[in-house]
């Protein structure tokens, strides 16, 4: 192989792992919406409704305001041990085609190059120690009608997915 296609090489490696660290960051990354749900329930049935909900997904009530019609739970989120392992293989390739691309540039080097393989384990162990945290659930209702109930969610997007798809309000509106 010649040179230039060699360096070529090396550089297209190096960035498809800037993309990779950057894709194993944003794992991690925090990713709170705000979506509002109408429904015709009554205040106290859908405050019962969302509590039951929530209890089933081992959230906790911290914080109620029967003033406002505030409540805010609170739960203890996971990281996934599937995804932290994929994340680790996900660095290994990357890293294996980096010692590889190295190992070709600089053959006096080469049986130091692979190496850096031991570097994979620690994006599993980085996704793992941070996308494990406690979640919060902020809610409101508001009655905008003489039979219809606004609710404002604000929470993951997951868990707010999986709320209309359980529950299944109509969305007002999304942010």
Known sequence: MDLPNIFTSL???VLSLIGLVFFIRASVKDRTQQIKLVTSD???MLLAKIQEYFASRAY????????????????FV???????????ALAAFGLFCLALVLSFSYP????????????????GVF??????????????????????????????RDELIQLQ??????????K
Not at 61 to 73: A, C, Q, S
Not at 108 to 123: D, K, M, T
């Open 11 to 13: 550089l297209l490696t």
């Open 42 to 44: 009554s205040t106290e």
């Open 60 to 75: 906790q009530v911290t914080n109620l305001d029967r003033e406002t019609n505030e409540v805010t739970f609170q739960g």
């Open 78 to 88: 996971r990281a996934s041990w599937f995804l932290a392992v994929f994340l680790s």
């Open 108 to 123: 006096s080097i080469s049986n130091a190059v692979w190496g850096i393989l031991l570097l994979a384990p620690i994006a």
């Open 127 to 156: 996704y793992y120690r941070n996308a494990s945290r406690v979640e919060k659930v902020l809610l409101q209702i508001e009655t905008i009608a003489e039979t219809k109930n606004c609710l404002t969610v604000t929470a993951h």
């Open 165 to 174: 798809k359980t529950l299944s309000f109509d969305v007002a509106e999304s």
